[in-house]
């Protein structure tokens, strides 16, 4: 899957396109997710043009990679989910249904989440 600089989530970043924002900083924007999964469903994205989180891992600098991940603790934080959990989420690939080739990580949380997978061990 290659770069589509028309892809939403770029066009979101240009402020083409409204988005609620959540965070925003020279380095990454995190959104209200407008489907919510839980109470708490945000997105959260580098501002660079990265694909999934294979490519981000490759070829985001080192202090990006950090202030991406950092800042997603902090949102996290600020959201209201650190004492009950939360899960994030990074779809790659057809398989995994990423359906926008922009990385971008979901937070979600603010409920029981249940098991990882429909129908696995721990769902029960």
Do not use: C, W
């Amino acid at each position: 899957m290659s770069y589509d600089k028309s892809n939403i989530f770029a066009r979101i970043i240009r402020s083409e396109i409204p988005g609620k924002k959540v965070y925003e900083d020279e380095q990454l924007l995190a959104i209200e997710d407008i489907a919510p999964a839980a109470p708490v469903h945000i997105l959260i994205m580098p501002k660079g043009e990265y694909v999934s989180f294979d490519d981000f891992s490759r070829h985001a600098p080192p202090e990006i990679q950090a202030h991406f991940f950092k800042s997603i603790a902090e949102i996290a934080r600020k959201s209201g989910v650190l004492e009950t959990g939360y899960r994030l989420i990074a779809n790659h690939g057809p398989d995994a249904s990423q359906s926008v080739p922009h990385f971008h990580m979901h937070l979600i949380g603010g409920r029981p989440l249940g098991g990882l997978l429909p129908g696995d061990a721990f769902s029960k």
